[in-house]
């Protein structure tokens, strides 16, 4: 038969995980005993602030096991169930398994109970603790912040407070410190129930979000963007961003309003809106009735159960980029049609010298396909003498210097052209060498042009033979500084003034022409024959000494008296005069000896 329970009052039984079955058994063993109520916990569910409460509202409080050790024994025999003491000693049972430092103290806000974990946070053994004040363990700045809250206590108020504690190892934890007055049967506080639990973690998470918010919301407040959100309705719940300034709106102005009615008329903006109601992310380019064009990116936003509530917006303002990409392209456009429409051929090599881009007109200067020159190392379009050339070219481009050079080219056909190349060089905006741009032109005609004046600049243009200002040059440069001898001749055409009077000027520049003829065939390569004008020539002969000179006198001489033998028609009569200058002499005073010597056989001759 079961004893009937003499414990007075409410009785609470803590288990760890009871189930249904053993809930059921408890309340039955409890019944069987006369206890009633009783309140059954689960010891890992309860809640802090809920286990003090029920420790402070019921007298007997027991663990499972407790239990079942005091209405079941060996023997099957119940004994009394010995009531638990009040006060610290209650506690005892339950509260050391629990991770909140857990405290009972008196009006004299002694401690009279602590739990196992109160004593490991602060190093202490439970001797040093218990009889001890809280102003002793805690510290006195710790102590002065609580005294508000302890005196609430004592008066019969729950409350807390955030308060910063000092571990054993020394570092200061924030801590939330509970009081739970413990009431007499009379109503009288007696003392207060103290749970200390160690926040800091939780206070530095919230920090860190905090600052994260603010972070965030600092980054959106100052970047030209603009985020939203629309309810299921299309309604305004968020409105923020620096890029509202440029639609002349306040961050918050728009939320209440409905998209459908502040964007009427505007159907691309509401379509995408629609879209992502439907739940669909994307990106759109959108631009509103003032002319502003966002890059938005859509999405719809759902809760923490996955279930759509709205739409997420978040525009950028690209007004100003996309007007300049426009611009771009129609400048790029109109380049492309100049570039692709003039005579020049332009090139652009890369750092290797591989062909990236011609126009067409490359093919009417190169003779080739653009097709088969694209990928090609420009190199290989060029003979080998040129490539030379080419290379120390583009050593240049390497070193940021621009420079016009002209190279021989080949046709396909294997006729040589000659082009003008204008290369600049390309780098990247870190400075890396990406190869060079050039514009050729086929300057073959201008060459010829230009060596047909050259040649006119410096040769007699009825005799073919080099001018006197040709002459007058070389003579300088060879006055400086000779070191050999150099022979001089003057020779004059007898007679050309009595031709062009009885034959006319044609036959007198006839008789020019075989004058040249006759002074080419007797002179050496590199002797230099010049007609000075009307009926003068000059012959500079170097390296030539005065015997020398005289030989060659003497075959011109000869040649003449062969040629009149020929042509007794139209003799020539030729009056030469020599001289010799030694090294370092003067050529002009020279010059003016063979002058005087011909001047000597012309009298002689009248």
């Known amino acids: 038969m079961f004893y009937q329970s003499t414990l007075p009052g409410n009785v609470v039984v803590l288990a760890d995980s009871p189930n249904l079955e053993q809930d059921h058994q408890l309340h039955f063993m409890a019944v069987a005993t006369g206890i009633s109520p009783i309140c059954i916990y689960r010891q890992d569910q309860i809640d802090p602030n809920r286990l003090l409460q029920v420790i402070a509202e019921h007298r007997h409080i027991l663990t499972l096991d407790g239990w079942i050790d005091q209405l079941a ?158 309810d299921k309705d299309g309604i305004f719940t968020l409105s923020e961003g620096k890029g509202l300034q440029t639609l002349g709106l306040e961050p918050g102005q728009m939320v209440g309003q409905s998209v459908f009615e502040v964007y009427r008329g505007n159907e691309s903006l509401l379509d995408c809106v629609r879209r992502a109601s439907s739940g669909e992310s994307f990106r759109d380019l959108v631009g509103d009735l003032d002319g502003h064009i966002f890059d938005t990116w859509y999405s719809p936003l759902v809760d923490g159960q996955g279930q759509q509530q709205g739409v997420l917006g978040i525009a950028a303002d690209v007004t100003e980029r996309t007007q300049t990409e426009l611009a771009l392209k129609n400048s790029e456009e109109r380049y492309r049609a100049l570039v692709e429409n003039q005579d020049e051929a332009v090139l652009i090599v890369d750092a290797e010298l591989r062909i990236e881009y011609l126009n067409l007109a490359a093919e009417g200067v190169l003779r080739r396909p653009v097709s088969q020159m694209i990928d090609q190392k420009l190199t290989d379009l060029f003979p080998p003498e040129q490539r030379a050339i080419l290379l120390e070219q583009f050593d240049a481009r390497k070193k940021n210097e621009r420079s016009t050079y002209e190279l021989s080219y080949l046709l396909p056909a294997g006729d040589q052209v000659h082009l003008l190349i204008t290369a600049t060089p390309r780098f990247d905006p870190n400075g890396k060498f990406q190869g060079s741009f050039a514009v050729i032109r086929d300057i073959t005609e201008r060459k010829l042009v230009e060596e047909d004046l050259r040649y006119r600049s410096t040769h007699d243009a009825l005799t073919g033979l080099h001018n006197r200002f040709f002459f007058e040059e070389e003579l300088s440069r060879l006055e400086e500084n000779h070191r050999q001898s150099i022979s001089m001749l003057m020779v004059d055409l007898d007679g050309l003034k009595k031709i062009n009077d009885t034959r006319g000027h044609f036959a007198g520049d006839e008789a020019l022409r075989l004058v040249a003829q006759l002074l080419r065939a007797c002179l050496r390569g590199e002797d230099l024959v010049a007609r000075l004008g009307g009926d003068e020539f000059a012959v500079l002969l170097p390296n030539t000494r005065s015997a020398e000179m005289e030989r060659i006198i003497a075959r011109m001489r000869r040649m003449i008296r062969k040629f009149n033998q020929r042509r007794p028609e139209m003799p020539i009569s030729l009056s030469i005069g020599g001289a010799t200058a030694l090294p370092g002499a003067s050529l002009r005073r020279a010059l003016e000896k063979a002058d005087q010597q011909l001047y000597e056989e012309k009298k002689q001759k009248i």
């Open 73 to 230: 024994e060996d023997s099957r025999t119940l004994e009394e169930i010995p009531e638990f003491l009040n006060g610290p000693a209650r506690f005892r049972l339950v509260t050391n398994s629990i991770p909140y430092l857990l405290a009972y103290l008196d009006r004299d806000v002694t401690y009279r109970f602590i739990n196992d974990p109160f004593c490991q946070w602060f190093g202490l053994p439970r001797s040093a603790i218990l009889g001890h004040r809280m102003r002793e363990i805690i510290g006195e700045t710790a102590f002065e912040n609580a005294r508000p809250h302890i005196q609430l206590a004592l008066a019969g108020h729950k409350t807390s407070l955030i308060n910063h504690i000092r571990h054993a190892d020394g570092s200061i934890h924030i801590a939330r410190l509970t009081y739970i007055p413990d009431r007499q049967p009379d109503g009288q506080v007696r003392g207060f129930i103290s749970s200390i639990d160690d926040i800091t973690r939780q206070v530095e998470m919230e920090e860190q979000l905090r600052q994260s918010e603010h972070r965030l919301r600092t980054v959106i407040t100052n970047i030209p963007i603009v985020v939203f959100t629309l």
